[in-house]
Nanobody
Framework: QVQLVESGGGLVQAGGSLRLSCAAS????????MGWFRQAPGKEREFVAA????????NYADSVKGRFTISRDNSKNTVYPQMSSLKPEDTAVYYC???????????????WGQGTQVTVSS
């Protein structure tokens, strides 16, 4: 079982950048795909980005393509979404989770972290 802890959230102005981290414990991290999701107040949780266990395959939501980049360091058991050109609509609680492949469906993921708040001011 993998346990995940997100960090790096905060307040940033529109157009700014932020890098989140998701630290994992457990020996299976390097064999798991990792996904990032977000949930804004009053909205359903939505897919943001995902990366395969090797880092060789990535998947992005259309809303973040070209602005967000997901990477991972298996030696540190950590996955990083680098977020650039942030918009107020990116404001949400961001969660990471582990899954078998970099799918977009939250139902295929588990080990959800507690989330980290990202607030983008206009």
């Amino acid at each position: 079982q993998v346990q995940l802890v997100e960090s790096g959230g905060g307040l940033v102005q529109a157009g700014g950048s932020l890098r989140l981290s998701c630290a994992a414990s457990g020996r299976t991290f390097s064999r798991l795909a990792m996904g990032w999701f977000r949930q804004a107040p009053g909205k359903e949780r939505e897919f943001v980005a995902a990366i395969s266990w090797s880092g060789g395959s990535t998947n992005y939501a259309d809303s973040v393509k070209g602005r967000f980049t997901i990477s991972r360091d298996n030696s540190k058991n950590t996955v990083y979404p680098q977020m650039s050109s942030l918009k107020p609509e990116d404001t949400a609680v961001y969660y990471c989770a582990a899954g078998p492949s970099p799918y977009a469906s939250a139902n295929l993921y588990g080990g959800w972290g507690q989330g980290t708040q990202v607030t983008v001011s206009s």
